[in-house]
């Protein structure tokens, strides 16, 4: 008894895309590894990249090596004037855990996001409805970290270049003057190829 093509073509083209590696394909990569997928937007690992390098210029900054303690900073909004989506909470929080990792307490950070449940928590504190330790004055900032990303977009037929700029400054909460501020610039390009067309 032969067994019909039409049975045997489904199955058979089936264990041929098994064996081929025609199925989904997954991996792991480091997030300072370009992701190589032709996009002009900033990735992992220009993220990565600047941050760090932004850490580093803070903690060389001549205010805070010389600080007799360590000074208190706020995160003001960082502002997305891009033409891409980025989450830019995730630069603040980025910041925040490389300065705190490596300045050794050189840096102490308010958390302003948390603002409301502090004062709740003071207030059930002052109230004695939950025990306290010590009472503690609420600390003030005496830096703004705040900042911007803005791009310039540009296409022609299937190449497309986009310009972004990363720009953070340092604010004196006191004076209003700023003492620091640098940008870290990207710049890709792409090109579609022909099965994109």
Same mark, same amino acid.
């Given at each position: 008894?032969?067994?019909?093509?039409?049975?045997?073509?489904?199955?058979?083209?089936?264990?041929?895309?098994?064996?081929?590696?025609?199925?989904?394909?997954?991996?792991?990569?480091?997030?300072?590894?370009?992701?190589?997928?032709?996009?002009?937007?900033?990735?992992?690992?220009?993220?990565?990249? #600047?941050?760090?390098?932004?850490?580093?210029?803070?903690?060389?900054?001549?205010?805070?090596?010389?600080?007799?303690?360590?000074?208190?900073?706020?995160?003001?909004?960082?502002?997305?004037?891009?033409?891409?989506?980025?989450?830019?909470?995730?630069?603040?929080?980025?910041?925040?855990?490389?300065?705190?990792?490596?300045?050794?307490?050189?840096?102490?950070?308010?958390?302003?996001?948390? #603002?409301?449940?502090?004062?709740?928590?003071?207030?059930?504190?002052?109230?004695?409805?939950?025990?306290?330790?010590?009472?503690?004055?609420?600390?003030?900032?005496?830096?703004?970290?705040?900042?911007?990303?803005?791009?310039?977009?540009?296409?022609?037929?299937?190449?497309?270049?986009?310009?972004?700029?990363?720009?953070?400054?340092?604010?004196?909460?006191?004076?209003?003057?700023?003492?620091?501020?640098?940008?870290?610039?990207?710049?890709?390009?792409?090109?579609?190829?022909?099965?994109?067309?």
């Amino acid at each position: 008894m032969s067994i019909p093509l039409k049975v045997i073509a489904p199955v058979l083209f089936a264990s041929l895309a098994l064996v081929c590696g025609c199925g989904p394909q997954y991996g792991v990569m480091s997030p300072e590894d370009d992701d190589d997928l032709g996009s002009t937007t900033a990735g992992s690992k220009e993220f990565k990249e #600047m941050t760090q390098e932004m850490a580093r210029d803070l903690i060389a900054l001549k205010q805070f090596a010389e600080a007799a303690k360590p000074p208190t900073i706020a995160f003001s909004k960082i502002e997305n004037r891009g033409t891409e989506p980025i989450d830019t909470n995730m630069f603040q929080e980025e910041i925040r855990t490389l300065l705190l990792q490596g300045a050794s307490g050189r840096f102490a950070f308010l958390n302003r996001a948390k #603002m409301q449940d502090v004062l709740n928590e003071r207030d059930m504190k002052r109230k004695g409805e939950v025990d306290s330790t010590e009472k503690k004055n609420l600390l003030g900032a005496d830096y703004f970290l705040s900042g911007s990303i803005s791009s310039i977009d540009k296409g022609d037929g299937d190449k497309r270049v986009t310009y972004s700029r990363f720009g953070f400054n340092l604010t004196d909460a006191e004076s209003s003057q700023i003492i620091w501020e640098k940008s870290y610039d990207v710049k890709k390009w792409s090109k579609k190829q022909v099965w994109e067309k």
